[in-house]
């Protein structure tokens, strides 16, 4: 399942897009203000941004600017009140994948999400093949073995899809931490290794070395 990151400081509209994003089997996390969406992605992962411009703290721009110098690259719509050519123009320079003035229907804003979802995969097979005849989807992220889905819990996927997305690089352990663990958990390398012993289950005992004092290399 696909997850978005919706900043929207109406409550009453994040309230309704969220609703119908959900309903088209997408994972919502919605904010009211850049301070708490900025706090979100450093907690977890999104597969795609949809920022409103006009914020009370940090506008929409000035957010995309602060990701984009982070070296942050997740896919980002603008939805905006604004219709000038300049603002539209400010937006595409800064990074932003599409710009959509308020107010719109809810299926534009569907149609848009896919439209982007394909270009972000386009040049790449969302099927990757695993060992043991196991498959992974990158876009909808689910696992699976000769066209049968395959139960992982939350953080096994997550590590599953680290793992994958820097396959024969040595992937650090604080990353790990970071993406498995949000700010407000305690991180637990107990828990880590049990995942780890998990995935080797599938994967054959090799798939994974652990690199001492760096972190993991899931090797295909």
Known sequence: MLSILYLEDDINLSNTIEEFLEDNAFNVVTTYNSKDT??????KNFDLLILDVNLPDMSGFELLEHLRKAKIDIPTIFT????DIDSLEKGYELGADDYLRKPFLLKELLHRINAIIKRKYNSIDSIIKLPSNYTFNIISNILAKDGEDISLNNKELSLLKLFIQNRNQIVPSQLIYDTLWSASEQVSDASLRTYIVTLRKLFGKDSITNIKKQGYKFII
């Open 38 to 43: 900025l706090e979100k992605l450093y907690e």
């Open 80 to 83: 905006t009140t604004l219709d």
